[in-house]
């Protein structure tokens, strides 16, 4: 069944066919002209992946493992490889700053 609907940006105009949407909404130039979060960022969508396994409990609270680098309390998930959504390992916020940004992904 496909749910895509129509919706014309408010920005400039343009009527897209998307999934979601609401009354407010910006096209992929528009948003990225305003600065707004691109809803298609590889990093943006491991996120969202990992925040819906976590809700439909498949991976537990990163709360209840210790830090993979330093065995403090883990705090977060930390993604090596965005291509690779639910590849996450559970790290305290420190040593999640200290291993720096996921391996850049490929634009397809």
């Given at each position: 069944m496909n749910k895509t609907k129509h919706f014309t940006c408010k920005g400039c105009g343009v009527t897209n066919e998307v999934m979601g949407g609401t009354s407010?909404?910006?096209?992929?130039?528009?948003r990225s002209a305003l600065g707004m979060?691109?809803?298609?960022?590889?990093?943006?969508?491991?996120?969202?992946?990992v925040a819906?396994?976590?809700?439909?409990?498949?991976?537990?609270?990163?709360?209840t493992y210790r830090c993979e680098d330093?065995?403090?309390?883990?705090?977060e998930?930390?993604?090596r490889d965005y291509s690779q959504p639910l590849a996450v390992s559970?790290?305290?916020?420190?040593?999640?700053?200290l291993?720096?940004?996921?391996?850049?992904t490929q634009a397809a």
């Open positions: 407010n909404y910006h096209c992929k130039a528009c979060r691109d809803l298609t960022a590889p990093k943006y969508l491991a996120h969202q992946a819906k396994a976590r809700r439909q409990g498949l991976i537990a609270d990163p709360r330093c065995s403090g309390p883990a705090i998930y930390d993604h559970p790290v305290c916020r420190r040593c999640n700053l291993r720096g940004p996921a391996k850049p």
